[in-house]
């Protein structure tokens, strides 16, 4: 089993199992006091499982789409779930794709201009 990512709120799920899941803790609490940043800049976005599905899709559809291509997701109340089949280049997908998360929630700024200019064009859960 291999569990990689910055160990707090985004994680990596390869444990052979024919897939490779990337998990997002929507209730973490940097998640939670980011998620309330956004639904203040545009209320639409209350930031759930299901919300922050929306916002990453959207994001990958215009920044890497062979990611969004490759994944089906799981998304809940607390906890957004990408996961993808179990392949080397999926592995590598995977990783990427929890790279990015976690760079997005460090570094805010890209999030917060999407939700603020671009809020309207995502399909909000």
């Not at 707090?8 to 990337?22: C, E, F, L, N, T």
């Not at 998990?23 to 545009?42: P, Q």
């Not at 995977?94 to 917060?112: F, G, H, V, W």
């Amino acid at each position: 089993m291999s569990n990689s990512g910055d160990g707090s709120y985004v994680r990596i799920i390869d444990d052979g199992d024919g897939k490779i899941a990337v998990l997002l803790e929507v209730e973490h609490d940097k998640v939670l006091e980011f998620g309330d940043r956004l639904g203040e800049i545009n209320e639409a976005a209350y930031m759930n499982g299901y919300n922050w599905d929306a916002l990453i899709r959207h994001y990958l559809k215009n920044n890497a789409p062979d990611i969004l291509e490759a994944m089906d997701t799981d998304p809940e109340a607390g906890l957004y779930e990408a996961y993808f089949k179990e392949s080397d280049a999926n592995r590598d997908k995977a990783k990427r794709l929890a790279d990015m998360l976690t760079s997005l929630i460090d570094n805010e700024q890209e999030l917060c201009r999407i939700v603020r200019e671009e809020g309207d064009k995502i399909n909000w859960g």
